[in-house]
């Protein structure tokens, strides 16, 4: 008797539904002297290279120049170490570059039906932040718009519609 293929295939743990991409690049680099294992770092539009973390002594340039064929600029990677190369992934984000100094390095924007609520480094503020207002506003009437400083004053910008 034969077996449905459709069980078959569930056994295997393929359903259909497609996952969300992670990555927007992923590449392998050879980087002989690179020392440690794994590296998070930032590249701005302006190519500034803002290490987050890292277990490695060495200059990322490597990693990055890989990538510059492959994504551009404000990307978020992380590379890891393997056996005899580097496997780096890339994934775009939004920045914004606030015109004066901004008090706190995490920003929230609430915007919805009671108004707009500005919490700084998760503490409620009576601050305004207008630049991150605008972009939100832009995306939808209702939303939450968030900004984790990265350098000076470039933020790693997210809104989400409400």
């Known amino acids: 008797m034969a077996l449905d293929p459709s069980r078959q295939w569930l056994a295997a743990g393929i359903t259909g539904l497609a996952r969300r991409r992670e990555w927007d690049a992923i590449t392998t680099v050879d980087a002989p ?33 890989a990538l510059a064929d492959v994504v551009a600029p404000p990307y978020r990677a992380l590379a ?14 939004a920045t914004i570059e606030f015109a004066a100094e901004v008090r706190g390095d995490e920003i929230e924007v609430v915007h919805d039906d009671e108004g707009v609520r ?18 939100g506003e832009a995306r939808a009437p209702a939303y ?3 900004a984790r400083r990265l350098a ?3 933020f790693e910008v997210e809104i989400e519609p409400l």
Do not use: C, Y
Request: charged letters at 35%.
């Open 144 to 146: 939450v718009a968030r």
């Open 152 to 154: 000076d004053r470039t």
């Open 80 to 93: 890891v170490r393997r056996p005899e190369l580097w496997v780096v992934g890339a994934v775009s984000i």
């Open 33 to 65: 002297g690179a020392e440690g294992d794994e590296l998070e770092l930032v590249v701005l539009a302006d190519a500034r290279v803002v290490v987050e973390r890292s277990t490695a002594e060495s200059d990322p340039a490597p990693l990055v120049s």
């Open 118 to 135: 500005v919490r700084l480094d998760a503490r409620p503020s009576a601050d305004r932040v207008p630049e991150l207002e605008r972009l």
